[in-house]
T-cell receptor, first 114, second 113 residues
Framework: DAGVIQSPRHEVTEMGQEVTLRCKPI?????LFWYRQTMMRGLELLIYFNNNVPIDDSGMPEDRFSAKMPNASFSTLKIQPSEPRDSAVYFC????????????FGPGTRLLVL | GENVEQHPSTLSVQEGDSAVIKCTYS??????FPWYKQELGKRPQLIIDIRSNVGEKKDQRIAVTLNKTAKHFSLHITETQPEDSAVYFCAGAGGTSYGKLTFGQGTILTVHP
């Protein structure tokens, strides 16, 4: 099992540019979560999907952030336009059935917005 | 929604000593409490979890206890080793925050050889 796959692993961009982060969950998992981790705010849940449907996006910081899950094996998190305060590590995680099962995290995408 | 508080923020112990990290939660309906370990530059990884129908769970040198009445749970690591050095996160889920894992702020554990 390849585990949760994220790309890119590192991203450096300039303020105002569009950033797209990608995630492939573990095969067979039907819940997918996007987290953001910073020193100041810790690990925050941004949005999660169950069976490809967004269930709770209350953690999405603002309209510049959007997430999609067009099928069971792929999700994207988009930031447009990006700002320096978006610099963080973005993790994708997946689980089977519900959040009360083990969540497996991907390696993360380290984003730096200059 | 759920709120999880974690203490201490940093913990330093000598190799072989025990380490205890404590968390409190606000939603009495929460029923799932995992603990994650995150090494520097790596992803969080589950090390142990407990559900509200049990009060304690052990896995080798790691144990977790849960007090539903007081709404707190703790991670106990015995016979600590330098490789236990990492950031540890507690989390809570269920109840009114069903579908969300709410994480504590993390504890930086350092085990000195």
């Amino acid at each position: 099992d390849a585990g949760v796959i994220q790309s890119p692993r590192h991203e450096v961009t300039e303020m105002g540019q569009e950033v797209t982060l990608r995630c492939k969950p573990i095969s067979g998992h039907n819940s997918l979560f996007w987290y953001r981790q910073t020193m100041m705010r810790g690990l925050e849940l941004l949005i999660y999907f169950n069976n490809n449907v967004p269930i709770d996006d209350s953690g999405m910081p603002e309209d510049r952030f959007s997430a999609k899950m067009p099928n069971a094996s792929f999700s994207t998190l988009k930031i447009q336009p990006s700002e320096p305060r978006d610099s963080a590590v973005y993790f994708c995680a997946s689980s089977f059935m519900t959040v009360q099962e083990t969540q497996y995290f991907g390696p993360g995408t380290r984003l730096l917005v200059l | 929604g759920e709120n999880v508080e974690q203490h201490p923020s940093t913990l330093s112990v000598q190799e072989g000593d025990s380490a205890v990290i404590k968390c409190t939660y606000s939603d009495s309906a929460s029923n799932y409490f995992p603990w994650y370990k995150q090494e520097l530059g790596k992803r969080p990884q589950l090390i142990i979890d407990i559900r509200s129908n049990v009060g304690e769970k052990k896995d080798q040198r790691i144990a977790v206890t849960l007090n539903k009445t007081a709404k707190h749970f703790s991670l106990h690591i015995t016979e600590t080793q330098p490789e236990d050095s990492a950031v540890y996160f507690c989390a809570g889920a269920g109840g009114t925050s069903y579908g969300k894992l709410t994480f504590g702020q993390g504890t930086i554990l350092t085990v000195h050889p």
